[in-house]
C-alpha cells in the first residue's frame, strides 16, 4: 500500500543510507588503528590534545561533538515513542523487551569476569549499547536476503538501547556535582519547557538556548552530552495537540537536518579520534585481561543470548510475534549483529576509565568483539532463508 502524502521517516532514510554511513564508520575505526600504529602516531595523539577554549580537542570531540549526536539520538527517541514504531505496545513489545535482555545480560557477563576489581567493575555498561549506524551497514549489505521486519526491529531495539544508555550515563557515571550550575542548568530546562508550551516553532530559539544549557551541564558535573537529550525532549513533534505531525513540526525539521551531519560527520570523526590505539608494547595478554574479555564476551555473548532469549521468550509467551517474513534463525543472525557496540560501547569506556591502560582495553574488547558479531552475524544471515508467509511484506513497510 503506498502513501505518498506520508512524510517519509528519519528512521527509513537512515535504513536506505545505512550501508554508506555504516562503512565510513568502519573506515574511519581501520584509519584510526593505521594511524595510531604508523609513523603518523606522534602526530595523531598529539594533535588529539591541542586545547583551545579551555578545552583540548579530544574533550570537544566527545563532550561538544557528541552533544549533537545524543542531541540527535534524543529527537529520534521522542518521535519513535510519539509517533512512531515505539508509539504503541504491540509495537514496543519485542524491540524494547529484547533490548532489556541486551542491557542485563551483557551487564552481567562483564560483572562475573570483573567481580573481583572494584576499579574494573565500573565498567560493567561498556558492553550493554548497540552501534545503530554500524550494525544497520553490516545488515544494509545484505540486502533482500533480509526481510524489512528486522531492519526495523533492530532499528528501534538499537533505539531503546540509546535511551538506556543515556539514563545510565546521567545516573552512573556522573562527576562530583556543582550544585549552582546544576541549578542554572534546571533554569534553562524550565525556559525551554515554557517555548514547547507557548508552541515556540522557531528553531533558533531552542538551539541558542540548547547552547546555553550545554555549558552549565558541562559545568555541573553531569556528563554535557546529557543536555542535547534534555534539548531534544523539549523540541515540539506536533503543531497543536489536534493535529498530526507534518513536515512543518521542528523536531522532523531538526532531525532532518542533523541526520547526514551525524552520520556522516560526528559519528566518523568520534570514531577516529577514540578508536585510535597502538598496540606498540602490547602483548597477546591483553586479550586476556578481565576488562577485554568483560567488553569482548559480553557483546558477543551477553548480546546474543540477552537479545534473542528474551525475544523468544517474548514470543513463546505470546507477548510479541517474529517479525513479518523472518526466520528464527535470521533473528538470531541480527542477535548476533547487535553485538556491534562500537559508538557507545566506546563513550561509556571513555566515561568509566581514566587510566589510559584501562581504555586501551575497553578499545581491544570493543574492537574484537564488535568485529566478531558483525562477521558471524552478516555470515550467518547471508545463508539463512526468509520464512514464508502470506503477509504483504509492504505492511511492514508501512510502519518505517
Not at 39 to 52: C, E, K, M, T, V
Not at 124 to 134: C, E, G, H, R
Not at 173 to 200: H, M, P, Q, S
Amino acid at each position: 500500500m503506498s502513501h505518498p502524502a506520508r512524510k517519509l521517516s528519519v528512521l527509513r532514510e537512515f535504513l536506505e543510507s545505512g550501508a554508506a554511513g555504516g562503512l565510513l564508520l568502519m573506515g574511519s575505526a581501520a584509519l584510526a588503528l593505521f594511524v595510531a600504529n604508523s609513523p603518523l602516531a606522534d602526530g595523531y595523539f598529539s594533535a588529539l590534545h591541542i586545547s583551545f577554549a579551555g578545552l583540548d580537542l579530544l574533550h570537544w570531540i566527545n563532550d561538544g561533538l557528541m552533544a549533537i549526536f545524543f542531541l540527535f539520538v534524543g529527537l529520534e527517541i521522542k518521535r519513535e515513542f510519539l509517533d512512531g514504531q515505539l508509539a504503541t505496545w504491540s509495537n514496543r513489545a519485542l524491540p524494547c523487551l529484547a533490548a532489556a535482555g541486551g542491557v542485563i545480560v551483557p551487564g552481567l557477563v562483564y560483572a562475573a569476569l570483573n567481580a573481583g576489581s572494584p576499579e574494573t567493575l565500573r565498567g560493567w555498561a561498556i558492553p550493554t549499547a548497540t552501534d545503530i549506524a554500524f550494525a544497520l551497514g553490516v545488515l544494509s549489505l545484505l540486502g533482500s536476503r533480509v526481510p524489512t521486519s528486522l531492519k526495523i526491529f533492530l532499528a528501534t531495539l538499537a533505539i531503546v538501547d540509546d535511551l538506556v544508555a543515556v539514563l545510565v550515563i546521567a545516573v552512573f557515571y556522573t562527576a562530583e556535582l556543582n550544585i549552582v550550575a546544576l541549578a542554572g542548568a534546571g533554569i534553562v530546562t524550565l525556559v525551554l519547557v515554557g517555548f514547547n508550551r507557548l508552541k515556540v516553532k522557531r528553531l533558533a530559539a531552542y538551539l541558542v538556548v540548547g547552547v546555553v544549557l550545554w555549558w552549565l551541564v558541562l559545568l555541573s558535573g553531569i556528563h554535557a552530552t546529557i543536555a542535547g537529550v534534555v534539548l531534544a525532549m523539549t523540541i515540539p513533534l506536533q503543531a497543536s495537540k489536534a493535529a498530526p505531525d507534518d513536515a512543518t513540526s521542528p523536531l522532523h525539521r531538526l532531525e532532518h537536518a542533523l541526520s547526514p551531519w551525524v552520520a556522516f560527520l560526528v559519528v566518523p570523526i568520534f570514531g577516529f579520534a577514540n578508536a585510535g590505539v597502538s598496540f606498540a608494547g602490547m602483548t597477546p595478554s591483553v586479550l586476556t585481561e578481565p576488562v577485554t574479555l568483560g567488553v569482548a564476551l559480553g557483546l558477543l555473548l551477553g548480546k546474543q543470548l540477552g537479545v534473542f532469549g528474551a525475544a523468544w521468550l517474548a514470543i513463546r509467551l505470546g507477548i510479541a510475534r517474529l517479525p513479518v517474513a523472518a526466520s528464527w534463525l535470521q533473528l538470531y543472525g541480527v542477535s548476533l549483529l547487535c553485538g556491534i557496540g562500537f559508538t557507545m560501547s566506546l563513550f561509556i569506556g571513555l566515561l568509566a576509565f581514566k587510566d589510559a591502560a584501562l581504555q586501551d582495553e575497553v578499545k581491544v574488547g570493543v574492537l574484537v568483539g564488535s568485529l566478531t558479531s558483525a562477521l558471524l552475524g552478516a555470515a550467518l544471515l547471508s545463508f539463512s532463508k526468509r520464512r514464508s508467509t502470506s503477509t504483504n511484506e509492504e505492511i511492514s513497510e508501512e510502519g518505517l
